[in-house]
Every structure is written in structure tokens, then in C-alpha cells.
């Protein structure tokens, strides 16, 4: 994969390597590499007449507890993981949503690991309450995407994205992402 990043120095792929295996061999993520988790696992959704899928980095699933890992390249920029999240909050949303909707559990845990600060995963956990709540806000903000309210609804009959507009910007979709599949 990093081969195949011709904007990165040796350095940076050396350095983006390192915090990688940094957290392969951490500890405190034993039980996400354990036997039974998943990587780039498939998620599916509905919200509404949406179909919403995208792929977890890593997925722990037991009768107990659902936990979402996604790992992030991207760079801080001076910023601090929590404040850098902002921008995946909808995408841990969606994926939460749609796990949690599938069981019986309680809550779905979430960590987000921004790999230059691997040390400092950006966790939450969603309850069913807040399950609710994300509903209830993607529903609108899935149902202004398809409209012919936003660019993004109107570009092939609101099929794809046009990768222009806020709510484009927003879910991260561009030209050439298949229908309202965001991540």
C-alpha cells in the first residue's frame, strides 16, 4: 500500500510502517487483532430507501460487544486526534448505526487510531439511546444528499455524488462513488 503512495518520501512510508507495527505488537490492542476479529470488514445499512455500505478497518464481534476499529493515514497537522475526528464523525456514525442495528447488544464501542498518534485512539461508545439520535439526524442528512436539493442530488437523477457540494464534502463521497456508498 505504501508503495503506491507517490506523494510520500522513504521517510514518511518508513514512518507511517513503523506506527503501523507499532500497533500490530501494542498490547492494548491484543483483542483487536485476536482470533474471530475481522479486517476490512463489510458494513451495510439502510437509512430510509439508502443502502449505506463501506468497509471497517477492523471488526470485533462477540455475544457481548461489537467493536469498531478504523485507522487513519492521515496526518494530524499540528492537530490533536480528538480534534482531527470531527471530520469522521459521520463515518463512525454510519458504521455504529448499522452494526448496532443488527443486535440485541446494548451499546457499540468505536475507536478511531490516527496512526502518527497511535497511543491515542479516539474512543466512543454508542448506546441505543444514541443509536436513536444518529437515526434520526442521517436520516435527514441522507434524505438532503438524494434531493434535488444539493449537487449531490442531482448529478445522474442523485445515483452518484458530485463530489462538490457540502453534502458531498461532508459524507466524503466523490465523482465515480456508487450510490450513497460513502466510505
Given at each position: 500500500?505504501?508503495?503506491?503512495?507517490?506523494?510520500?518520501s522513504p521517510a514518511q512510508r518508513k514512518e507511517m510502517l513503523e506506527a503501523a507495527m507499532g500497533v500490530l505488537e501494542d498490547k492494548e490492542f491484543a483483542t483487536v487483532f485476536a482470533p474471530g476479529g475481522r479486517s476490512e470488514a463489510p458494513v451495510i445499512g439502510r437509512i430510509g430507501d439508502n443502502?449505506?455500505?463501506?468497509?471497517?478497518?477492523?471488526l470485533v464481534i462477540t455475544t457481548t460487544e461489537i467493536l469498531?476499529?478504523?485507522y487513519k493515514t492521515s496526518s494530524l497537522a499540528g492537530s490533536s486526534a480528538g480534534e482531527?475526528?470531527?471530520?469522521?464523525e459521520l463515518q463512525r456514525d454510519l458504521y455504529a448505526l448499522a452494526l448496532g442495528s443488527a443486535g440485541d447488544l446494548e451499546s457499540v464501542d468505536t475507536a478511531w487510531v490516527f496512526?502518527?498518534?497511535?497511543?491515542?485512539?479516539?474512543?466512543?461508545?454508542?448506546?441505543r439511546d444514541d443509536l436513536k439520535v444518529v437515526k434520526t439526524e442521517l436520516t435527514t442528512i441522507v434524505g438532503e444528499i438524494t434531493s434535488a436539493g444539493t449537487s449531490a442530488g442531482q448529478a445522474n437523477g442523485g445515483r452518484?455524488?458530485?463530489?462538490?457540494c457540502?453534502?458531498?464534502?461532508?459524507m466524503g463521497a466523490g465523482p465515480g462513488t456508487v450510490r450513497t456508498t460513502l466510505f
Open positions: 500500500f505504501l508503495k503506491k503512495q507517490p506523494d510520500l443502502t449505506i455500505s463501506g468497509r471497517v478497518d477492523r469498531i476499529v478504523d482531527k475526528m470531527a471530520g469522521y496512526l502518527e498518534d497511535a497511543s491515542n485512539p479516539v474512543e466512543k461508545t454508542l448506546t452518484e455524488p458530485c463530489g462538490k457540502w453534502a458531498c464534502e461532508r
